[in-house]
């Protein structure tokens, strides 16, 4: 069955600082993946999303970037954090090549700038 | 653009009664329309998926309908518990790729 692994879990990081939030899934191939940020009471923001290694399409110009080294992995990385940063960022997977998926998401890093 | 709206007020019922929450669209109608379940600190568990051409589609206490007329789909819990207490979340593909949720409903089931 497919899985998909999250870390960490929490995350307390000074303003300015870098990040790197990883995600990787396992028993599937060539999945479609993604980044969410959630804002405590808030819906879902899609970040990134990336159909195929190396390939991916940013949503929200901040300062954030995402890559995609491997088939199932996913990083998403900041050279400097804001405090707006803040929120729990959540990755997801989907089945690539076919449309209306159903998306199946990690436990999610709760980041906190301070 | 697209959007997906649900009633942001949580939702306070009764063990053992039918919750009903709501999820309208706008624009276009899209050709699937899904419900997810998220708890708290949790990411979102995908629930049910709804077709446009089905009226309605049901998995044991669940139940989910889609009316292309009004725009909208409702999504019901039969019977429930306190363990629904959850927030659940209405999405939507816009394009290819990319799935647009709503901002989701919060239900509390009270014993």
């Known amino acids: 069955s497919q899985t998909i692994h999250q870390w960490p879990a929490t995350l307390v990081q000074p303003v300015g600082s870098p990040l790197s939030l990883e995600c990787t899934v396992e028993?599937?191939?060539?999945?479609?993946l993604y980044w969410y940020r959630q804002a405590a009471g808030r819906g879902l923001q899609l970040l990134f999303y990336?159909?195929?290694?190396?390939?991916i399409s940013s949503e929200v110009p901040q300062n954030l970037s995402a890559s995609r080294p491997q088939d199932r992995q996913f990083i998403l990385s900041s050279k400097k954090l804001l405090l707006s940063d803040s929120g729990f960022y959540l990755c997801?997977?989907?089945?690539?090549?076919?449309?209306?998926?159903?998306?199946?998401f990690g436990d999610g890093t709760r980041l906190s700038i301070l | 653009s697209q959007k997906i709206e649900q009633n942001s007020e949580a939702l306070n019922i009764q063990e053992g009664k039918t919750a009903t929450l709501t999820c309208n669209y706008t624009?276009?109608?899209?050709?699937?329309l899904q419900w997810y379940r998220q708890d708290p600190g949790r990411g979102p568990v995908f629930l049910l998926l709804?077709?446009?051409?089905?009226k309605e589609k049901r998995k044991e206490r669940l139940k989910v309908t889609f009316d292309t007329t009004l725009k909208q789909s409702l999504f019901h819990i039969t019977a429930s518990q306190p363990a629904d207490s959850a927030t659940y979340l209405c999405?939507?593909?816009?394009?290819?790729?990319?799935?647009?949720f709503g901002a989701g409903t919060r239900l509390a089931v009270h014993p």
């Open positions: 624009n276009y109608s899209p050709a699937y």
């Open positions: 028993g599937t191939s060539n999945p479609n």
């Open positions: 997801a997977w989907s089945v690539g090549s076919y449309s209306n998926q159903p998306q199946h």
């Open positions: 999405a939507r593909y816009d394009g290819y790729n990319k799935l647009i």
């Open positions: 709804i077709r446009e051409n089905e």
């Open positions: 990336s159909v195929g290694i190396g390939q």
